[in-house]
């Protein structure tokens, strides 16, 4: 078992920043990809980024430029720095942890369906 918890979140006015921050713990690893989605209201849930164990990371086009998506030596903490924010990023962001097997480029982990463990996710709220 793997418990995953997002901090961070808050509220902002357009054009700031936020860095949250998903800590794993429990049955950890060095090799497991991490993925952050997010959910507006009366939307699915969708993919915002993704670090795989080597690395890689891959965005989705609404945030990519703005966001960047990193990692403690350690692997067990996850971050997601966001810059210059836009009142259509007000969503709950989750993290979540792929704990199984990871092949390839990050850009192939984008789905909801690739990711083992989830977090209860953090409100992040940008103001006009």
């Known amino acids: 078992q793997v418990q995953v918890v997002e901090s961070g979140g808050g509220l902002v006015q357009a054009g700031g920043s936020l860095r949250l921050s998903c800590a794993a713990s429990g049955r950890t690893s060095s090799s497991y990809t991490m993925g952050w989605f997010r959910q507006a209201p009366g939307k699915e849930r969708e993919f915002v980024a993704t670090?795989?164990?080597?690395?890689?990371?891959y965005y989705s086009d609404s945030v990519r430029g703005r966001f960047t998506i990193s990692r403690t030596n350690a692997k067990n903490t996850v971050y997601l720095q966001m810059n210059t924010l836009k009142p259509e990023d007000t969503a709950v962001y989750y993290c979540?942890?792929?704990?199984?097997?990871?092949?390839?480029?990050?850009?192939?982990?984008?789905?909801?369906?690739?990711?083992?463990?989830w977090g209860q996710g953090t409100q992040v709220t940008v103001s006009s």
């Open positions: 979540a942890t792929r704990t199984r097997a990871t092949y390839g480029f990050a850009a192939y982990y984008g789905d909801l369906d690739d990711y083992d463990y």
């Open positions: 670090l795989t164990w080597s690395g890689d990371t």
